[in-house]
């Protein structure tokens, strides 16, 4: 059997599971909706400038933003979660006993995780665009942001599972390193003004280059300069981080 053939049996397997898992779908696409919805209502009330701006809503655009790459830089516990039940823990040996090379099976699963973490995102933006007139710039560019996130999220995450040995662990750094990138990408509260804040608040996480690339792709912050600083920042980080994860899989999966 060749690797392409394997490939696709794992994907098979792994699509599966994960379009069978309603949480996920819960989780990622109808929980994101839910609080735009309610924070933006929320935050509207405290506006003192005018909140439409061209037919869109301001404040759902940057809520919705802010909520969307929050969720998407969590969509790698889903992955996470997989690795560690299959490959920590009982079905351990039974996987390892079918004829699919670990390192395949890991990458069918970060393609699926990947892929159903997108397809969230798209219906989220579809979602708050259509209902709430949350405007989300060059389309292209938008789609590009979420999917360079969702595979940072994966490779971050398998990193982690690598790294650290208690899933209960693994998960929390997740949560603190996706939370620490959104509060210095301006999400949580007002930082302070100065050149060090600045550079974190636009260019300094996978969050404030995402963030920037949408904002930079429209008629709010137009700017070719940054959009390509944000895509190209992000696709630097994943290359970088693949090459980790290409080191630690050959020596844990060996």
């Known amino acids: 059997m060749n690797n392409l053939y394997l490939f696709s049996v794992a994907f098979k397997y792994y699509f599966k599971r994960v379009t069978r898992d309603p949480f996920g779908i819960l989780i990622y696409t ?15 009330q405290n506006v003192q400038e005018e909140i439409f701006v061209n037919g869109y809503n301001m ?12 969720f998407l830089l969590n969509g790698g516990i889903l992955l996470l979660n997989y690795l560690d039940i299959d490959f920590g823990k009982a079905m351990k040996w039974r996987l390892k006993t079918t004829p699919c090379p670990t390192h395949i099976m890991v990458f ?5 995780c990947s892929i159903f973490i997108f397809i969230q995102g798209v219906l989220v933006i579809s979602v708050t665009g259509i209902f709430m007139d949350a405007y989300w710039g060059n389309l292209m560019v938008t789609l590009g942001v979420v999917l360079l996130i969702s ?14 040995k208690k899933l209960s662990l693994a998960e929390t750094l997740s949560w603190v390193i996706t ?4 509060a210095l990408g301006g999400m949580m509260f ?16 996978p969050f404030a280059l995402g963030q920037r690339s949408i904002l930079a792709s429209g008629f709010i912050e137009s700017s070719h300069t940054d959009v390509w600083i944000g895509i190209l920042g992000l696709v630097g980080i994943n290359i970088l981080f693949s090459m980790i994860v290409m080191i ?3 020596r844990k999966l060996a």
Request: glycine residues 6%; charged residues 5%; without cysteine.
């Open 30 to 44: 109808v929980v994101p909706v839910i609080l735009i919805a309610v924070i933006g209502a929320i935050n509207s």
């Open 59 to 70: 404040v759902m655009t940057y809520v919705g933003i802010s909520m969307l790459l929050l």
């Open 108 to 112: 069918a699963a970060t393609i699926v």
């Open 151 to 164: 595979v940072f999220s994966m490779l971050l995450n398998i990193i982690l599972f690598f790294t650290v």
């Open 179 to 182: 939370w620490m990138m959104a």
């Open 190 to 205: 007002s930082l302070p003004e100065n050149s060090f804040f600045e550079l974190m608040r636009n260019y300094g996480t």
């Open 248 to 250: 630690l899989g050959r």
